[in-house]
């Protein structure tokens, strides 16, 4: 079977999926890696099927997704825009396209996620008498066919009943959203009611209809797939790509360093092996710091220099000169190690950024830091910014001065110029821009170590400890009310 021509539908009413930045009719532009679900779709579709012609049917987000891809040479194929109105189903959504189509043509929902799937073996139907083909696979998750369709089908595979969100499950096919039809779709367009259920048409509805006339095969496909309704749906989509994919993702670590030359060599070394990359952000030492560095001499580490005005504005640099996909910070103490990178590794493939905290007694070691009096003043703060942006996502934390975290460098770009501190208070900032920013993050405990030399610039004294509380406590409340 051999395609030239397919129709994407996207302009449904979107409503269950809220994007920060493209708002709640599109969230087929909500990205996963680089590339949003529909660019994927159309290039699972150009690339496993040929096609070059593409019809996409929208509805209010016609201007978004049109300044995104234009008339779509920039990806290898021709686009024609068509609008619909946004509560109007697939079957009507459809329709509105009659006149364009003539033959055979493939549809498809725009905002299902397809993962490694097999849609190139669609041409190996024969389309002789066909009327057309739905797709499936094969599932053990009874709410996934329940949210779809279910399939009834002979021992040939031919349809004999589809039902949109069915009450009862009858086997384990869950219908999927790529569907191959002919221009004859639209003669039972018109003579499909409206589902009772859902108070529209429904084109499951109608190609049932079709069934009863002309054959209609179901063809199984293969892979992971998730139909994005929900948040919950996006997240668990985010999921799938991100541990799919982990390996092939850069990670770099970010060190800001000031006179560490007794413990810089120990970081190094233990860090050096699971991460990718090391940006070492110095200061201005005036110890041996930069000599020990230097005669580490590792292809991995690299050495940027200036006369930073803080902690904060040192770890701003590191992270705009780093090029991982993944962002880590650490201190150049040796406070933290390399073995809770791996928990937060796990972490970081289903949100957008993992903090450390360091306020669980079991993972203190003996002569760290981080007194009684310094965990309650972390906590403080931390519930602080839980309660006052409790709207905004009402994530758990504990520990605002944790240097120890990662994100993902994206989610971080596309907030970094929201950031102001230059000094400790980046720590809570940063954790506030997520937040308020409808990021996901999530506070793991982390070990806490004595520092190897020196003194901590933040938290050695009371008054060290009290000058850095103020300075983040005035941070938090700028931010909030200003």
């Known amino acids: 079977m051999d395609f030239n021509q397919a129709v994407l539908l996207v302009g449904g009413k979107s409503t269950r999926i809220n994007s920060p930045k493209y708002g709640e009719e599109t969230k087929v532009l909500l990205k996963l890696g680089e590339k949003p679900i529909l660019q994927r779709n159309i290039e699972i579709l150009r690339d496993q099927l040929d096609i070059k012609l593409f019809y996409l049917i929208v509805g209010a987000n016609k201007k978004i997704i049109k300044e995104f891809f234009g008339s779509g040479e920039k990806f290898g194929i021709k686009i024609e825009y ?5 509560s109007h189903g697939i079957a009507d959504g459809l329709y509105t396209i009659k006149n364009k189509i003539k033959g055979k043509f493939v549809l498809m929902l725009g905002d299902e996620f397809y993962l490694n799937f097999d849609h190139s073996t669609l041409k190996n139907i024969t389309d002789k008498n066909l009327g057309g083909v739905i797709t499936f696979i094969q599932s053990t998750n009874p709410q996934s066919i329940l949210n779809n369709y279910s399939i009834n089908t002979n021992d040939d595979m031919k349809i004999l009943t589809l039902e949109e969100k069915p009450l009862e499950i009858i086997n384990d096919m869950l219908g999927l959203g790529t569907f191959v039809l002919f221009d004859t779709i639209f003669d039972y367009i018109e003579k499909t009611n409206v589902n009772p259920r859902t108070k529209r048409k429904e084109i499951v509805d109608v190609i049932s209809k079709m069934a009863q006339d002309k054959t209609v095969l179901a063809h199984q496909l293969h892979g992971t797939y998730v139909n994005i309704n929900t948040n919950n749906d996006w997240l668990f989509a985010k999921y799938l790509y991100n541990q799919q994919n982990f390996s ?53 580490v690299k050495l940027i220099q200036k006369n930073f005005l803080g902690y904060g504005d040192a770890l701003r640099n590191g992270i705009d000169f780093a090029s991982g996909d993944i962002i880590i910070l650490v201190e150049g103490d040796a406070t933290f190690r390399s073995r809770d990178i791996f928990k937060m590794y796990e972490y970081i493939k289903d949100c957008d950024m993992v ?43 504990t520990d605002v001065g944790c240097t120890f975290r990662l994100f993902w460098k994206s989610e971080y770009d596309s907030i970094k110029n929201n950031f102001i501190a230059t ?60």
């Open 82 to 86: 068509i609008e619909s109105n946004p």
């Open 423 to 482: 000094g400790p208070e980046f720590s809570p900032e940063m954790m506030i821009e997520f937040i308020r920013n409808n990021k996901r993050i999530i506070e793991i405990p982390v070990s806490y170590y004595k520092r190897i030399g020196g003194t901590s610039k933040h938290s050695e004294s009371i008054v060290s400890i009290a000058k850095t509380g103020f300075k983040m406590l005035g941070l938090i409340i700028k931010k909030k009310f200003k």
């Open 355 to 397: 903090i450390g905290t360091r306020t669980t007694r079991e993972l203190i070691a003996q002569g760290a830091n981080m007194n009684s009096k310094l965990r309650f003043g972390n906590l403080i703060l931390a519930k602080i910014i839980e309660v006052l942006w409790w709207n905004d996502g009402g994530s758990r934390l």
């Open 248 to 300: 092939t993702f850069k990670k770099s670590l970010v060190i800001p360093v000031y006179n560490e030359v007794n413990s810089i060599t120990f970081v190094l070394d233990d860090f050096k092996d699971v991460v990718d990359e090391i940006i070492v952000a110095d200061g201005g030492s005036t110890d041996e710091s930069l000599k020990k560095i230097k005669n580490f001499n590792h292809p991995k």
